[in-house]
């Protein structure tokens, strides 16, 4: 990671990102401090769904320009869409009319739809193949601690100064995020495709879709993703804040999602040391202690297990990013990672906003044991299951995989 940061251009690549994600999370307080007060809970929720809407909407026409156009340029572009948004919150979230929210929080959401493919597809064109998944380890492990780094700073922000000024932090990270980007200014990958439209579009976004649609390897890993959001860690995210407040106290769950910023890095920069022959197979073992999450729902432990039990799940989730990143990033060509990784994206939290409006409902009519068993019972069984598709132990298609005498 030092020889990484030695490099000029992924250095200044890396203190640009580091610093918008430590941005993020300060608007990720002072949107809550803004608009419960004087809109009220449900304005908040409408708020956040506006965000993803947009970005689950967008993704796919995301990943066609990040494509056809420099990475640098579509991530530059995404922080302007951020940076327009974060000044409509700062209008609209405490006064005016809901709709201007709503719009401002659609304008966040779809820069982030552009940002995260460019985001993922731009790393291999800045590192050595062979630094590959060191780059990965260390973007994990920068995005979760800068992303819990910002959380805490927006918390002190927002106490001390002020929601309003703390948004005014968040838009200054931006700032040089933006400067960063314009300065590297990396060059397309490849030929840009004649023509332009809607037509042209949806047709080089059923080749991205195709391009995996050929590697059943990484469709099936891909549906693992959606099934394991949906039944564990969606309602993981809505009931265990309320379970953690009756159980521990008001405090209980910021230190329970602190441990799991952490755990993720731990796990991100642990992997980074290792190179395992079947990364499929370390991936997965490496996620499967997830399948206890949902039993904390329902086990009453003293809260230092609690949290020791998240940052370990979490850990291993770090572990798997950077072994999956790093195999999409080596399996696909560079001309097709903007829709592939825009593909991943969707695949995994398209039904997360679902997930999480419905397990309260589900919950409450089946109860929180059922809810913890099943979810624990389809995390062990999907994480497995997926090794009846060949390619999946190797993270790698198998007519890639040296014959075995």
């Given at each position: 990671m030092r020889t990484l940061l030695s490099?000029?251009?992924?250095?200044?690549?890396?203190?640009?990102?580091?610093?918008s994600v430590i941005g993020n999370g300060i608007t990720l307080v002072a949107l809550a401090a803004l608009v419960i007060p004087h809109r009220g809970g449900?304005?908040?929720?409408?708020?956040?769904?506006?965000?993803?809407?947009?970005?689950?909407?967008?993704?796919?026409g995301a990943?066609?320009?990040?494509?056809?156009?420099?990475?640098?340029?579509?991530?530059?572009?995404?922080?302007?869409?951020?940076?327009i948004g974060v000044v409509g919150i700062l209008l609209f979230a405490a006064s005016g009319p809901l709709a201007g929210l709503l719009v401002a929080c659609a304008f966040v959401g779809a820069g982030i739809a552009l940002h995260q493919p460019a985001h993922r597809a731009a790393i291999p064109q800045l590192v050595r193949p062979d630094q590959l998944q060191a780059a990965n380890a260390l973007d994990s492990a920068t995005m979760q601690l800068g992303l819990g780094a910002g959380t805490a700073l927006g918390g002190v922000l927002v106490s001390v100064w002020g929601p309003r000024h703390a948004v005014l932090v968040d838009l200054a990270t931006f700032a040089v995020s933006l400067l960063t980007l314009l300065w590297l200014r990396l060059p397309p990958v490849g030929e840009r495709p004649e023509g332009t439209g809607l037509r042209h579009a949806l047709h080089e976004a059923h080749e991205g879709?195709?391009?995996?649609?050929?590697?059943?390897?990484?469709?099936v890993v891909m549906l693992q993703g959606t099934v394991q959001v949906f039944c564990l860690f969606a309602p993981a995210f809505a009931l265990i804040p309320v379970v953690a407040l009756a159980r521990y106290g008001n405090g209980a769950y910021g230190w329970y999602t602190?441990?799991?910023?952490?755990?993720?890095?731990?796990?991100?920069?642990?992997?980074?040391?290792?190179?395992?022959?079947?990364?499929?197979?370390?991936?997965?073992?490496?996620?499967?202690?997830?399948?206890?999450?949902?039993?904390?729902?329902?086990?009453?432990?003293?809260?230092?297990?609690?949290?020791?039990?998240?940052?370990?799940?979490?850990?291993?989730?770090?572990?798997?990013?950077?072994?999956?990143?790093?195999a999409l990033q080596t399996e696909f060509p560079a001309q097709v990672q903007g829709r592939v990784f825009s593909?991943?994206?969707?695949?995994?939290?398209?039904?997360?906003?679902?997930?999480?409006?419905?397990?309260?409902?589900?919950?409450?009519?089946?109860?929180?044991?059922?809810?913890?068993?099943?979810?624990?019972?389809?995390?062990?069984?999907?994480?497995?299951?997926v090794f009846l598709v060949p390619g999946v132990a190797r993270f790698r298609s198998p007519d890639l995989v040296p014959a075995q005498p």
């Open positions: 490099d000029p251009r992924y250095r200044a690549f890396w203190i640009g990102q580091a610093t449900q304005a908040f929720g409408l708020a956040l769904a506006a965000e993803s809407l947009t970005m689950g909407v967008l993704l796919l990943g066609v320009l990040v494509d056809r156009y420099s990475r640098t340029a579509v991530m530059a572009i995404a922080d302007v869409a951020r940076g879709i195709r391009e995996v649609r050929r590697r059943p390897w990484v469709a602190t441990c799991g910023f952490v755990g993720t890095a731990i796990g991100a920069a642990l992997v980074a040391r290792t190179r395992p022959q079947r990364p499929g197979w370390s991936a997965m073992n490496a996620v499967a202690p997830c399948a206890l999450l949902p039993l904390l729902l329902v086990v009453d432990l003293p809260l230092w297990a609690f949290c020791l039990i998240n940052a370990v799940a979490w850990a291993g989730i770090g572990w798997f990013a950077v072994l999956w990143f790093g593909l991943e994206s969707l695949a995994t939290f398209g039904l997360q906003p679902l997930g999480l409006a419905i397990a309260p409902v589900v919950a409450a009519a089946v109860g929180l044991t059922t809810v913890a068993v099943v979810a624990s019972l389809v995390m062990i069984v999907t994480t497995y299951a």
